[in-house]
């Protein structure tokens, strides 16, 4: 059985001295592969942007020991998100989600954000100015409703007020 599409990792982490001996197009080559595969949904990038001479002088344990850092970001450490990654928050400048006294739900800068962050999605804003019939919009927000019928938190039901459900 096939793997479902969607669900790739776009992170590239490599021990922080072979990042260092690397070129800048090598290590391009290496993150566009793999963000790639992450959007294809595959778990692994293609063999062509294979990395040589990552060994670290024998054993599997010292290699395992390695500083393993971030291609993209050699400050960051492998699995460790960076500040500019989507905080989900409600307040402020930056913020991402709506309270829910206005309606919960994403901002248009969080959707945004989140596009950027998972290429390949489709996540819009909510529907919430008047829709002709079986347009788009009108399909978009009955199915909406439908499936958020049974949310109770008041975050779920701040989110249907606003999709007019």
Do not use: H
């Amino acid at each position: 059985m096939a793997k479902a599409k969607g669900g790739g990792t776009k992170k590239v982490c490599l021990p922080l001295a072979k990042i260092r001996g690397m070129s800048k197009d090598q290590r391009q080559k290496v993150i566009n592969a793999k963000r790639a595969a992450g959007a294809a949904g595959k778990y692994k990038r293609s063999s062509k942007s294979n990395v040589t001479g990552t060994s670290s002088g024998g054993d599997l344990k010292t290699w395992v020991k390695q500083d393993w850092r971030q291609v993209a970001n050699p400050s960051l450490k492998c699995g460790e998100k960076s500040p500019a990654e989507m905080r989900k928050t409600t307040k402020g400048k930056g913020r991402t989600f709506r309270t829910k006294e206005e309606g919960a739900g994403m901002t248009a800068k969080g959707v945004k954000q989140y596009r950027k962050e998972n290429p390949g999605s489709k996540l819009k804003t909510a529907v919430t100015g008047k829709v002709k019939p079986g347009s788009k919009a009108a399909k978009r927000r009955k199915s909406f409703c439908a499936r958020s019928k049974g949310w109770t938190g008041e975050r779920g039901k701040a989110a249907r007020r606003r999709w007019k459900c």
